[in-house]
Each structure stands twice: as structure tokens, then as C-alpha cells.
């Protein structure tokens, strides 16, 4: 028999579909009184799709249950994340502005599923299929962060290990880095490469530095086990001045997408049986001067697993 989770997803839906029924209405009725069509609510109610922000906000609004349901589905989507990243999360779906670096996987909100599952699997090789695909659908629900009205802008600086690191082999890494270069056209999200040869970047793990509403920031480092959120100025400072280093030197957008598809070719390459050791250069036009790059061969890298983490 395969394996059940009875999950706050799974609750959530039955408790509409009491409600529902409380009041003697079929699914086509609760769709048109919530304005969402009525495949949308059969899935909701199922389980099988876990309700948008907003459907469970007109779901108050319809039910006369101010918050109830909002905060029963903000549950639900945090569902399956360690205790201690959660408060982050709560963080990230307020922020103003969110800037990331990072030094070998590529920023959660910029992951594809299958490059998301590569990394689960290579951190927690007990976990069963089921198991993993929990916390990919977690990841994934990350993203409707950019579906809201106003959503914050996100400015990711990668190094260049990042393209290079050979995670999930070399059909998952092309896919990947192809859902960069789209996600760079987005009029909400910067993207930069901090190129290998810049030198020693000032912070040599990664973190993320969030603005709030209100204009106050702060910050989230991830370590071997745990990830850590810190509100203190003094820190915050500090670390953000060392992100504006990092965006300085990094290279500028159209220069780290050239880059990016660089990267790409160099894995159609590898899926060759006798693929090419020298891959061609590129040359980079800086700010300030020119950067002549070669790129490594891709390799498989398989991250040591690290008990409860969750790299954002």
C-alpha cells in the first residue's frame, strides 16, 4: 500500500466541502458565489490542489468566517517545512524586497521541480518518493509569491559555481538554467552572476536580506543544519553592505544571462558520449573592464545531507 498523509492540504478541503454542504449548495454553486470555476473547487475540496490565497479569502468573505479559512490555508502551505524556516517564510510573503546570494544551489523561488527534487533526494536519501515530492510541491508554493497584485521585487546574485554545479545531471541543469534566463525578463527580478574570477566575494555563504513594508530589514542566514533569522541593525547592516559589494563586482544582467546560456550549451555537450574538455570561451564585457572566461566541465555534485535543512 502506498503512503497516506493526512495533511492540512487534504483538511482544509474537507472543511469547505462541510461548509458547503451545511448550507445545501452543490460544487457549482460555491464556484459561482467565490467566482472560481467548478473543477477548481472539486480539486480544492479533494485534496488534490491546495486552495490559492484568495480562494480561501473569498471563502471567509462567502462563509462569513473573517480569517479562518486564510489562516487554515496559510497552514497548509507551510506544511512539510521544518519548524524553524517557517518564520521565514512568514517573512518572505510580507516582504518588499527580497535579495539572495548564493554559492551552489540556485535560490529557492528560482528552482524548477526537477531541479528541486535533485536536490532533496541528494540531502535526504532515507526520505520514500512520497516524501519528496512534499517537499517539492512546498518549494513550489513558494512562487505564488509573484502571482499577487504587488509582488516584491527579487534581486538574486549566483556564483558561478551555482552554473556549474552539475545538480540533478545534465538534463535537469539545462532546464534549470533556461528557467533563469526567463525568469531575468521578469520586470520584478535582477539576476547576476558572480563571476569565478572576481575573486574572494566577501561573504562565502549564502543568505538573504529582506525588506519590509514598513522599510526596516532583515536577515536570513542558513548554516550546516538550520537556517537563522536575525533582526538586529547592527548585523543587518553589515551584512547588507557586504551584499552591495557583491553587486557590485558580480557581472551586470545581460553579461550573467550570456553567461547562463553559456552553461546551457556546455550541458547539451555533456549528454554527448565523448563530450568536449574545452567548451569555448566568452568574452564578457564589464562596467569597468573585460572579463575573459572559460567554463568548467559540469559534474554531478552530490550535496552531504544536512539533518532538517532547507536552503532557501
Given at each position: 500500500?502506498?503512503?497516506?498523509?493526512?495533511?492540512?492540504?487534504?483538511?482544509?478541503?474537507?472543511?469547505?466541502?462541510?461548509?458547503?454542504?451545511?448550507?445545501?449548495?452543490?460544487?457549482?454553486?460555491?464556484?459561482?458565489?467565490?467566482?472560481?470555476?467548478?473543477?477548481?473547487?472539486?480539486?480544492?475540496?479533494?485534496?488534490?490542489?491546495?486552495?490559492?490565497a484568495?480562494f480561501?479569502?473569498?471563502?471567509?468573505?462567502?462563509?462569513?468566517t473573517?480569517g479562518?479559512?486564510?489562516?487554515?490555508?496559510r497552514?497548509?502551505?507551510?506544511w512539510?517545512?521544518?519548524?524553524?524556516?517557517?518564520?521565514?517564510?512568514?517573512?518572505?510573503?510580507?516582504?518588499e524586497?527580497?535579495?539572495?546570494?548564493?554559492?551552489?544551489?540556485?535560490?529557492?523561488?528560482?528552482?524548477?521541480?526537477?531541479?528541486?527534487e535533485?536536490?532533496?533526494?541528494?540531502?535526504?536519501?532515507?526520505?520514500?518518493?512520497?516524501?519528496?515530492?512534499?517537499?517539492?510541491?512546498?518549494?513550489?508554493?513558494?512562487?505564488?509569491?509573484?502571482?499577487?497584485?504587488?509582488?516584491?521585487?527579487?534581486w538574486?546574485?549566483?556564483?558561478?559555481a551555482v552554473?556549474?554545479?552539475?545538480?540533478?545531471?545534465?538534463?535537469?541543469?539545462?532546464?534549470?538554467?533556461a528557467?533563469?534566463?526567463?525568469?531575468?525578463?521578469?520586470?520584478?527580478?535582477d539576476?547576476?552572476?558572480?563571476?569565478?574570477?572576481?575573486?574572494?566575494?566577501?561573504?562565502?555563504t549564502?543568505?538573504?536580506?529582506?525588506?519590509?513594508?514598513?522599510?526596516?530589514?532583515?536577515?536570513?542566514?542558513?548554516?550546516?543544519?538550520?537556517?537563522?533569522?536575525?533582526?538586529?541593525?547592527?548585523?543587518?547592516?553589515?551584512?547588507?553592505?557586504?551584499?552591495?559589494?557583491?553587486?557590485?563586482?558580480?557581472?551586470?544582467?545581460?553579461?550573467?544571462?550570456?553567461?547562463?546560456?553559456?552553461?546551457m550549451?556546455?550541458?547539451?555537450?555533456e549528454?554527448?558520449?565523448?563530450?568536449?574538455r574545452?567548451?569555448?570561451?566568452?568574452?564578457?564585457?564589464?562596467?569597468?573592464?573585460?572579463?575573459?572566461?572559460?567554463?568548467?566541465?559540469?559534474?554531478?555534485?552530490?550535496?552531504?545531507?544536512?539533518p532538517?535543512?532547507?536552503?532557501?
Amino acid at each position: 500500500m502506498g503512503e497516506r498523509y493526512e495533511s492540512p492540504v487534504v483538511t482544509f478541503g474537507e472543511e469547505i466541502k462541510h461548509a458547503r454542504e451545511s448550507r445545501g449548495w452543490s460544487q457549482a454553486k460555491l464556484a459561482g458565489e467565490l467566482h472560481f470555476q467548478q473543477p477548481y473547487v472539486s480539486k480544492v475540496e479533494t485534496g488534490r490542489q491546495i486552495a490559492s490565497a484568495q480562494f480561501a479569502e473569498q471563502c471567509d468573505v462567502v462563509f462569513g468566517t473573517p480569517g479562518i479559512y486564510a489562516r487554515m490555508r496559510r497552514r497548509a502551505a507551510d506544511w512539510g517545512n521544518p519548524v524553524w524556516f517557517i518564520p521565514y517564510l512568514e517573512l518572505e510573503r510580507e516582504a518588499e524586497a527580497i535579495c539572495g546570494y548564493s554559492t551552489l544551489f540556485v535560490m529557492g523561488l528560482l528552482q524548477t521541480p526537477e531541479y528541486a527534487e535533485a536536490v532533496y533526494r541528494a540531502a535526504h536519501p532515507e526520505e520514500s518518493a512520497v516524501q519528496i515530492a512534499q517537499r517539492v510541491e512546498g518549494r513550489m508554493r513558494r512562487k505564488e509569491l509573484f502571482a499577487d497584485s504587488n509582488p516584491p521585487s527579487l534581486w538574486v546574485i549566483l556564483h558561478e559555481a551555482v552554473l556549474w554545479s552539475g545538480v540533478g545531471g545534465p538534463d535537469v541543469m539545462r532546464g534549470q538554467l533556461a528557467h533563469l534566463v526567463v525568469a531575468a525578463e521578469s520586470p520584478h527580478i535582477d539576476l547576476q552572476v558572480f563571476p569565478a574570477g572576481a575573486g574572494t566575494p566577501p561573504r562565502g555563504t549564502p543568505f538573504i536580506v529582506l525588506t519590509r513594508r514598513d522599510g526596516s530589514e532583515v536577515l536570513y542566514t542558513d548554516n550546516y543544519t538550520w537556517g537563522q533569522v536575525e533582526d538586529s541593525a547592527e548585523v543587518v547592516t553589515k551584512w547588507r553592505a557586504a551584499y552591495e559589494h557583491l553587486r557590485a563586482d558580480a557581472l551586470p544582467r545581460d553579461d550573467s544571462v550570456s553567461l547562463i546560456r553559456h552553461a546551457m550549451e556546455a550541458y547539451t555537450h555533456e549528454n554527448q558520449r565523448h563530450p568536449q574538455r574545452d567548451m569555448g570561451e566568452v568574452q564578457l564585457q564589464r562596467r569597468r573592464r573585460g572579463v575573459r572566461r572559460m567554463g568548467p566541465r559540469p559534474r554531478l555534485v552530490r550535496p552531504r545531507s544536512r539533518p532538517g535543512q532547507q536552503e532557501p
